[in-house]
């Protein structure tokens, strides 16, 4: 069982160990908090750009560009994300932190943010996740990063 240091009211199991890397058939959604409703997750874009830098064992970047929207009538503070990407090779990595690109956004009804980031993949892969938030009420929520997929050219 994967335990999230960084969300841990976010307990379920997200992946098996096996060779030393994760591996999982699913991702593991919080069982104990509530999916809101109304908190939308778009990938809007995503793009290979072999002009970013890359380790040479994970030598294929790939530009992401999200749009996140409240339109519930909840307030809700993104406290962190969780991204799962498995390669078709088998590898699978999972990363974890506080916020989006450094900040904790505030969305009202009808707010909007909308950021870029990458990942660097050795071969093609499927990303999903979720993105993890607290109402005004102090509960718990969280919205699903829609699966895409990393095509290697």
């Known amino acids: 069982m994967v335990i999230s240091p960084l969300f841990p009211w976010f307990d379920r199991p997200a992946c098996r160990r096996r060779s030393g890397a994760c591996h999982s058939e699913s991702f593991g959604y919080p069982r104990d908090v509530r999916e809101l409703n109304g908190w939308i997750v778009t990938v809007v874009e995503v793009r290979f750009m072999p002009e970013l830098e890359a380790p040479s064992e994970k030598p294929y970047p790939f530009l992401y560009a999200i749009a996140i929207r409240n339109e519930s009538d909840e307030t809700v503070t993104l406290r962190g994300r969780k991204w799962v990407v498995r390669e078709d090779n088998g590898d699978t990595v999972v990363v974890e932190g506080e916020g989006v690109i450094g900040e904790m956004p505030v969305f009202e009804k009808g707010?909007?943010?909308?950021?870029?980031?990458?990942?660097v993949v050795a071969d093609s892969a499927k990303v999903q996740g979720a993105y993890f938030g607290e109402t005004d009420a102090?509960?718990?929520?969280f919205a699903r990063i829609p699966e895409f997929r990393l095509m290697v050219p």
């Open 111 to 119: 707010a909007e943010f909308s950021y870029n980031s990458y990942h």
């Open 138 to 141: 102090g509960e718990k929520v």
